[in-house]
């Protein structure tokens, strides 16, 4: 059974950082493993912020280039999205996916709360 475990949101004045983490279970990142990170702010659709490929190729959405960084350690099993310079349109709750391009199988985390304060 994969889970996904996100952490590391908060209260965050504007011009902080954070980092999310994203802690896998029951499944392997380094091998047919796309992760992504996704935000849902009130009122809005859920958007696709940042995704990287188990060979390392990175994609960022254009309202967090250059203020984002996504990561993973594949021996911890644990995916990581570094936010810079949090403007208070980026308070959402974030969300972590996995995708297994092999099974076609999506997994998604619980979600956690950043909010910036302007």
């Known amino acids: 059974q994969v889970q996904l475990v996100e952490s590391g949101g908060g209260l965050v004045q504007a011009g902080g950082s954070l980092i999310l983490s994203c802690a896998a279970s029951?499944?392997?990142?380094?091998?047919?493993?796309?992760m992504d990170w996704y935000r849902q702010a009130p009122g809005k659709q859920r958007e696709l912020v940042a995704t990287?490929?188990?060979?390392?190729?990175?994609n960022y959405a254009d309202s967090v280039k250059g203020r984002c960084t996504i990561s993973t350690d594949n021996a911890k099993n644990t995916g990581y999205l570094r936010m810079n310079s949090l403007k208070p349109e980026d308070t959402a709750v974030y969300y972590c996916?996995?995708?297994?391009?092999?099974?076609?199988?999506?997994?998604w985390g619980q979600g956690t709360q950043v909010t910036v304060s302007s």
């Open positions: 996916k996995i995708r297994n391009v092999v099974l076609g199988a999506n997994y």
């Open positions: 990287i490929t188990s060979g390392g190729y990175t």
């Open positions: 029951g499944i392997t990142f380094n091998i047919n493993v796309i």
